[in-house]
């Protein structure tokens, strides 16, 4: 049973940081490709960023692109998403994904995470 459990969420002032960890079990990922999503009060679900699991290149959103940092660590089967610089409109609940393919549709991605809340406050 493939699990994806996410942590590290929070509240922080804004200019702050937070990493947030996504902890995978249940099937070899080395074939994945992992995504950080999130879901703001009142918004859409969206793509934050991705990561093959065998590593290369990163994805980002443009509206994190320079602040957040994605992440994997093999040997202890996570994903991380390093977030600096954090604002008010970072707000959101934040998904751990696994799929198959680089995307940034959340309809691409075959497993999720519980999600993890992460405040900002202004």
């Known amino acids: 049973q493939v699990q994806l459990v996410e942590s590290g969420g929070g509240l922080v002032q804004a200019g702050g940081s937070l990493r947030l960890s996504c902890a995978a079990s249940?099937?070899?990922?080395?074939?994945?490709?992992m995504g950080w999503f999130r879901q703001g009060p009142g918004k859409e679900r969206e793509f934050v960023a991705v990561?093959?699991?065998?590593?290369?290149?990163?994805y980002y959103a443009d509206s994190v692109r320079g602040r957040f940092t994605i992440s994997r660590n093999a040997a202890r089967n996570t994903v991380n998403l390093q977030m600096n610089s954090l604002k008010a409109e970072d707000t959101a609940v934040y998904y751990c994904?696994?799929?198959?393919?680089?995307?940034?549709?959340?309809?691409?991605?075959?497993?999720w995470g519980q999600g993890t809340q992460v405040t900002v406050s202004s």
């Open positions: 994904a696994a799929g198959t393919t680089i995307a940034t549709t959340e309809t691409l991605y075959d497993y």
């Open positions: 249940g099937r070899t990922f080395s074939n994945y490709v």
């Open positions: 990561v093959q699991w065998s590593g290369g290149t990163a």
